[in-house]
C-alpha cells in the first residue's frame, strides 16, 4: 500500500486542512485496508502466512487457473461430472464394441481420427468420414475427455459444442467408428480359391443358408469340408444338385452321422422284405408275424401292401375293423417267385398267396396189399398176380409234410 501524504498546516488553525487530512486517512483506510483494491504499481501478494483463526474463506470463485483455491461444491461438482464423463466414455467404448460384434469388422482403417484447432469462437466441426452412431464418438480437448450431450452433440457427421473450444492448433481430437457397407455376396461367387481348407465347419453354417444359387459348379470339394461338418439341417431342399459337387468329392467321413443314416433309411424302398438270422428288428422295420399295425401309423406300408396283395383289417384287438392291418406271415412257408415260369413248367402262383402241400402226379406199378404175413401183390410180367414176401419197408413217421432240407431265417419288412 502506498504511503499516506497529509498536507502540512504552516501556522495557525486551519480547520479545512485538518479535515481533508481526516478524510485523507479515511479514504486510505476504506480502499486500500478494509476493503483492499489493486493499487496499480503495487504488488499484490501476502508477505507472510494468513492465520484464518479457525475462520472460513466465502464467496470463492470457481477456479480458472490450476493454482487457484476451490470450494467443496465445486470439487462435488467436478467429480460428477467427471464420473458423468467416465460413464460416457464407457458407453462409446461399448458402442465400438457393440459394432464390432454385429459384424462390423473394427481395424485401424475403421477407426477415425480427425483433429481441429480450436479459435474459442467455432462450436461446430464437420467430420469428413461416415460414422456408425453418435454414441461411438470420443472427443478430446487438450486432452481432456469430453461427455456428451454436456460439452457436445452429435448429428450425422457435425458436432457441436455447448461451449466453443479454446484457441489452439489441432487441440480438438475426435475418435469414432467410420460406418462400414457390409456387400452381399453375389450369386455364384465363392469358388474353392476362396475358402481355406477345412474353414467350413458346422457352427458357420446357418439352417438352410446354403441354397443352390450360393456355390459355383464345382466349388465344393474334399479339401473345402471338414469331417462331419455337412448336416442335414445345413442343407436347403433340392439345393445340392449334380453340377455343384466335384467328381468324387463326397466321401463317408464327409457326412455326419444323421446323413448317412437318412440315406440308409430313403436307400432302402418300403415293403423290402430281408431275411435276418435273429430276432431283432431294426428302425423303421416290422416283423412278419401277422402282427396288427395301425394304418395311420405306417401308412407307407399299408399303402404298398394294399395295393399288391389282399390285406386282412381288424381294430388292433384282434377282431374285424378298419382301423388296423395285418402284415403277411410267411413263417413255415418256402419263399418262391409268383407268376409262371417262361419255360411254362413252374406256376408260383400269386402274390402273397399261400399254398398248402403238394405232390406232383405220378404212376406205380398196379398191385394190392394183402396184410399180415401175405406181403404184396403186384402185376407180374407174364401175366397174373405174384405175391411179394420179403424186401419190403413200410414208413408209418408221424412228419405232417413232404419238404427239403431247410434252414430257418426270420423275416422282416420295410415299413417307413
Known amino acids: ?58 464467496n470463492l470463485p470457481d477456479p480458472s487457473l490450476d493454482q487457484e483455491p476451490v470450494t467443496l461444491g465445486f470439487l462435488d461438482s467436478f467429480y460428477a461430472n467427471a464420473e458423468a464423463a467416465a460413464q460416457q466414455a464407457e458407453d462409446a467404448l461399448a458402442a465400438i464394441i457393440a459394432a464390432i460384434a454385429g459384424g462390423v469388422p473394427i481395424n485401424t482403417t475403421e477407426l477415425v ?18 460414422i456408425v452412431s453418435a454414441g461411438s464418438v470420443l472427443v478430446f480437448i487438450s486432452g481432456v475427455f469430453q461427455s456428451s450431450p454436456a460439452d457436445f452433440s452429435v448429428a450425422g457427421q457435425v458436432i457441436t459444442f455447448t461451449t466453443a473450444p479454446p484457441s489452439g492448433t489441432n487441440n480438438i481430437t475426435v475418435v469414432a467408428v467410420k460406418a462400414v457397407t457390409v456387400s452381399v455376396v453375389a450369386d455364384a461367387s465363392v469358388s474353392t480359391t476362396k475358402i481355406q ?64 443314416a437318412q440315406l440308409g433309411v430313403e436307400a432302402v424302398p418300403v415293403g423290402t422284405v430281408v431275411m435276418r438270422v435273429d430276432n431283432q428288428v431294426p428302425t423303421n422295420w416290422v416283423a412278419m408275424n401277422n402282427q396288427e399295425l395301425e394304418i395311420a401309423t405306417y401308412s407307407e406300408l399299408y ?10 383289417l381288424t381294430n388292433g384287438a384282434g377282431g374285424a375293423g378298419t382301423s388296423h392291418f395285418r402284415v403277411p406271415d410267411p413263417r413255415g412257408y418256402f419263399p418262391r417267385a409268383a407268376g409262371t415260369n417262361s ?11 399261400k399254398t398248402q402241400d403238394k405232390i406232383k402226379a405220378h404212376t406205380h406199378p398196379l398191385g ?46 420295410k415299413a417307413k
Not at 395295393?307 to 386282412?312: D, Q, R, S, V, W
Open 1 to 58: 500500500m502506498a504511503k499516506i501524504e497529509l498536507d502540512n498546516i504552516s501556522s495557525g488553525y486551519n480547520l479545512s486542512k485538518v479535515n481533508a487530512n481526516f478524510q485523507k486517512i479515511e479514504d486510505e483506510l476504506n480502499n486500500k485496508v478494509l476493503y483492499r483494491d489493486v493499487v496499480e504499481g503495487e504488488p499484490n501478494q501476502l508477505e507472510v502466512d494468513v492465520d484464518m483463526n479457525g475462520n472460513r474463506i466465502l
Open 113 to 130: 481420427t480427425e483433429r481441429f484447432s480450436g479459435n474459442n469462437a467455432t462450436t461446430q466441426f464437420t467430420i469428413t468420414e461416415p
Open 197 to 260: 481348407d477345412g474353414a467350413v465347419v458346422t457352427a458357420k453354417l446357418a439352417d438352410n443358408a446354403v441354397t443352390n444359387v450360393k456355390l459355383a459348379d464345382n466349388s465344393v470339394d474334399t479339401a473345402e469340408l471338414v469331417d462331419n461338418a455337412v448336416t442335414s439341417a445345413k442343407i436347403v431342399n433340392n439345393a445340392v444338385v449334380t453340377a455343384k459337387i466335384a467328381d468324387a468329392q463326397v466321401t463317408l467321413a464327409k457326412l455326419a452321422a444323421d446323413v448317412i
Open 303 to 312: 399303402g404298398y401292401l394294399d395295393a399288391a396283395i389282399t390285406l386282412t
Open 343 to 353: 419255360d411254362t413248367l413252374a406256376v408260383g402262383g400269386l402274390l402273397g398267396a
Open 368 to 413: 394190392r396189399y394183402l396184410g399180415g404175413t401175405g406181403g404184396l401183390q403186384f402185376v407180374g410180367g407174364g401175366g397174373g398176380m405174384q405175391d411179394i414176401t420179403s424186401g419190403v419197408t413200410q414208413n408209418n413217421g408221424a412228419e405232417t409234410e413232404t419238404a427239403p432240407k431247410s434252414f430257418g431265417f426270420n423275416f422282416v419288412i
